[in-house]
């Protein structure tokens, strides 16, 4: 089963090279190639899911791929799996499946739209089975490629701003974190381990220090805060979080999917793979600062979130207030805060997927995104008595990223707040007021977008194809299934994250 990792890392370059060959006039075929590339592709995690040992709570042997690859430098292609990334895999598998099928409606350059897209897909499994720091930084970086044209050649009206604000952001911080890498590389002697993720874990620079401008610092704290920037920036964490409405807003609707359902979460696993393991010392004793900074964002995404006219907008602060739920559990470092955090890094990867798709689909009818027109003239309106299927799908995506019983992101949250309790009570307090705002502009939304009498413009959108609510049912067996028996998810990961917590706890 060692090839496993490989096939699933290198299909979607397979059909990224097949579509190639493809001349651009053939539209349907390239649709049906990337459809079918990212259909077995994510058939294979399934199978990669269905065979991985919960008992094991690091990497599992037997998907361990370690190849020399830059030998000179003791660089190596290195990949393996656990239960903090498989969930991230899945889901990646999942989104990119939806996104392939939901962008069938796509007509500009449609060829190298799917060539992007599917190499996108590829640099994201790289980021989670990466073992060697510099092939993780190698697919770290090429990721912004893709997602750079791809919101600056199908985005809306300012896609040219949006992606290079996104690139540069991205950038500084990668820039940052290489940093940390060569540091790292030197500090280790530049031995056959320099570069392994792996065995840098375990706080083994606790003692070590470094002199910068005449002054010594701590090697620890210094490159915690290196490796913390450059993936805080990912998440985003307040208040690097400002390129985040732009590119969100400004992307084609699957590209929004990939942005917010796994490229945020890339962050919040930078943090459980390196930055944590890596440095034990300063994330135990900064972990006061990363549980404020989340608490900061759960509730200025809210507010933000409640100010917005614009639904998609409004959408991706939300974005930034629970992704700020999962910097206070991590922050916890306890059993239920940790366990709730990566479970909310895959609902809410499944539940903001569902509410870009449902945007999407009224984009394509209305052209616009407007909850209130800028003249205050109201955008929508009456959508629940006109749309039956597109209104029942949409309040399933919005229960569950408000919160519901029931539904995924209760689980979540209440895991996170279960273990952040004891240890940071205040700022529970001031988090629990993030949950109320979030019902607040959810439901605001709902009832401006869908009760009221329906206008003339209204009446003439039609409701959801086949073809949408197909690709919607996945993401909807997702949220209530998973909101009512979390134990598949929580089982792959229990292992790997009791195994990071016994680390931390040497530090505490």
């Known amino acids: 089963m060692s090839g496993l990792l490989n096939w699933i890392l290198w299909l979607p370059v397979i059909g990224m090279i097949a579509i190639l060959f493809v001349p651009k006039d053939k539209k349907d075929l390239i649709r049906t190639f990337g459809v079918v590339t990212t259909s077995i592709t994510f058939l294979l995690t399934l199978v990669l899911y269905a065979k991985f040992n919960t008992s094991i709570g690091g990497m599992q042997p037997e998907f361990l791929i370690k190849v020399p690859w830059i030998e000179q430098f003791n660089i190596f292609y290195s990949l393996g799996v656990d239960g903090i990334s498989l969930p991230m895999v899945v889901l990646t598998g999942l989104l990119f499946l939806i996104c ?108 070590e220090v470094v002199t910068l401008f005449g002054t010594e610092f701590s090697f620890e704290k210094l490159f915690f805060w290196a490796m913390f920037l450059g993936f805080a920036i990912k998440v985003p964490v307040f208040p690097f979080h400002t390129w985040l409405p732009h590119a969100h807003v400004q992307a084609p609707t699957a590209v929004s999917v990939i942005l917010a359902g796994v490229l945020l979460k890339m962050g919040t696993y930078g943090f459980l793979r390196i930055a944590f393991p890596i440095f034990p010392m300063a994330s135990v004793e900064y972990s006061t600062v990363i549980a404020v900074l989340g608490c900061i964002s759960v509730l200025y995404g809210a507010f933000c979130a409640m100010a917005q006219s614009d639904v998609k907008k409004l959408v991706a602060y939300s974005s930034v207030s629970h992704m700020g739920f999962v910097m206070m559990g991590m922050a916890a470092m306890t059993v239920q805060g940790m366990n709730g955090a990566v479970l909310q890094m895959f609902n809410h990867g499944t539940s903001t997927a569902m509410m870009f798709l449902m945007i999407g689909v009224i984009y394509e009818r209305s052209h616009h995104r407007w909850i209130v027109k800028p003249d205050g003239s109201k955008g929508y309106g009456g959508l629940y008595s006109h749309m039956p299927k597109y209104s029942i799908i949409f309040i399933i995506g919005m229960f569950a990223s408000l919160g519901l019983p029931g539904l995924s992101g209760f689980i979540s949250e209440a895991l996170i707040f279960l273990g952040i309790f004891n240890r940071f009570t205040t700022i529970t307090v001031f988090a629990v007021l993030g949950l109320l705002l979030g019902a607040a502009y959810l439901l605001w939304m709902f009832k401006r977008m869908f009760f009221g009498e329906a206008s003339a413009e209204v009446k003439s959108y039609p409701d959801m194809s086949i073809r949408e609510v197909g690709y919607m049912i996945p993401l909807c067996v997702a949220v209530i299934v998973f909101g009512i028996y979390p134990s598949p998810i929580l089982n792959v990961m229990k292992a790997s994250v009791a195994q990071l917590l016994d680390l931390l706890g040497k530090f505490s």
């Open 100 to 207: 392939t099928v939901s962008s069938w409606s796509v007509d500009k350059q449609v060829k190298s739209y799917y060539v992007l897209l599917l190499m996108l897909q590829s640099s994201v499994f790289g980021v989670f089975f990466a073992l060697d720091f510099f092939l993780f930084y190698v697919y770290w970086e090429v990721m912004l490629l893709p997602m750079f044209f791809l919101i600056g050649i199908w985005g809306g009206e300012n896609r040219e701003y949006a992606a290079i604000k996104f690139f540069l952001y991205t950038f500084f911080g990668s820039i940052i974190m290489l940093v940390g890498i060569i540091a790292l590389y030197y500090a280790t002697g530049k031995g056959v381990d320099s570069f392994n993720i792996l065995a840098l874990q375990g706080g083994h620079f606790t003692k």
